[in-house]
């Protein structure tokens, strides 16, 4: 059964509007864009500020969350809104989904990265020890709000780490060449992503409300992710998730290579683009040194891993392969 992804393009003054009445609204906002919770066009009970780094992103600060929201008084008809990028949304949304059982949530992702990928979905997890997304649930947020202004002022580096789930999604589903358009506005100094990041929400919208608890066709998002998960590990979250993510792209690239199912070139070609788009395109670690933070990835089924493999632009597969594998062939 799929599931409803409510997704409002809006100005911020305007998302107000759209939050239904409740007991209380209530929001955890990262500290980087505090300013967001008093233009939204409706009045804040209280704000939880949070640093919303990898390391904070842990059951210990949902259950911080939880015990805010006791002492604010919050009952089963409170409403939570997460302000920020996808530490934020995923901490707000894993705890509104157990908080009291469950009360109603909402997200406004506020940078490129959660705005066409983490904050939609209803994927909602947490770290354990260092490893990604260990602890999670399935719950869809009530809306999604996505609004340009907090993209306005993001800096570039963060930009550019976003682009590669911009980039990602459109080698999974390129309709109207838009693949080739965000190469084209990133090469650009990011150009006009507005409406790209629209189009690449709706992509990831339609595969999550068809697969919401990746069953099938909701794998297909991970493109890259099984590398960039083991690339984060080891780096001791010193590389950002976004650019893991580009460099875990070009390897996936390079494996369906080596297996012989990707369009020739094909790695190379993606390398050529993400570097022209300011993207880290080269892994500084081993494959061997990446092997054993992949066999405990949440994606490893036994000894097989799921890794998403791109035949060419707008086509992708899953492909089971063990750690070994992946290091013979792509050592090769």
Known sequence: MGAVINIIHCPLSEVGSFIPESSGLFAVCDRNVSYVPERIGAEVQGVFMIEATEQNKTVETVAEICRWLMEQGADRKAYLLGIGGGVTTDVTGFAASVYKRGIRFGFI???VLSQVDAAIGGK??????SFKNMLGVFRQPEKTFICPEPLETLPDPQIVSGAAELLKTFIISNENDNYQKAVEALKGGAGDLGPLVAEAAKVKAGIASRDPEEHGERRLLNLGHTFAHAI?????EKISHGNAVSMGIIMAARLAEKTGIAEEGLAGHLE???ASCGLPVVCP???GDLA????KDKKAEGRLIHFVLPMK??????????ADEVVRLLEE
Do not use: Y
């Open 109 to 111: 992702p506020t940078t």
């Open 313 to 322: 632009i707008g086509l992708v597969e899953t492909r089971d392969f063990t």
């Open 285 to 287: 670690f081993g494959i």
């Open 272 to 274: 050529n683009d993400f």
């Open 292 to 295: 054993d933070a992949m066999k």
């Open 232 to 236: 984060e590990k080891i780096s001791g």
């Open 124 to 129: 909602n997890g947490v770290n354990l020890d």
